[in-house]
């Protein structure tokens, strides 16, 4: 069964950074693109990036461009985001996703 499990958020002050990561298991990690995507309360869900299956390419939400960095160790089914330059519009939970499947989130908090 796949799975998916975020973890590294928290509270941060503006201009403050996180890395959040994800743990997969249950399918073939290295076979698949893997997504960032991010939900605020009372808004959809926001794609905020993603990678491909090696790792050679990855495309960025213009929003996040030049703060985020996705990245991913597949010898460790994890997959990474780096977080710099944190804004309060950057609150939101934020999931990992290969396909329809997403893991429960993890809570991020821009805040002074």
């Known amino acids: 069964q796949e799975q998916l499990v975020e973890s590294g958020g928290g509270l941060v002050r503006p201009g403050g950074s996180l890395r959040l990561s994800c743990a997969a298991s249950?399918?073939?990690?290295?076979?698949?693109?893997m997504d960032w995507v991010r939900q605020s309360p009372g808004q959809g869900l926001q794609w905020v990036s993603d990678?491909?299956?090696?790792?050679?390419?990855?495309w960025y939400a213009d929003a996040v461009k030049g703060r985020f960095t996705i990245s991913r160790d597949n010898a460790k089914n994890t997959l990474y985001l780096q977080m710099n330059n944190l804004g309060p519009e950057d609150t939101s939970v934020y999931y990992c996703?290969?396909?329809?499947?997403r893991g429960p989130g993890t809570q991020v908090t821009v805040s002074s």
């Open positions: 990678i491909t299956p090696r790792g050679d390419a990855a």
């Open positions: 996703r290969e396909g329809t499947v």
């Open positions: 249950g399918f073939t990690f290295s076979s698949f693109t």
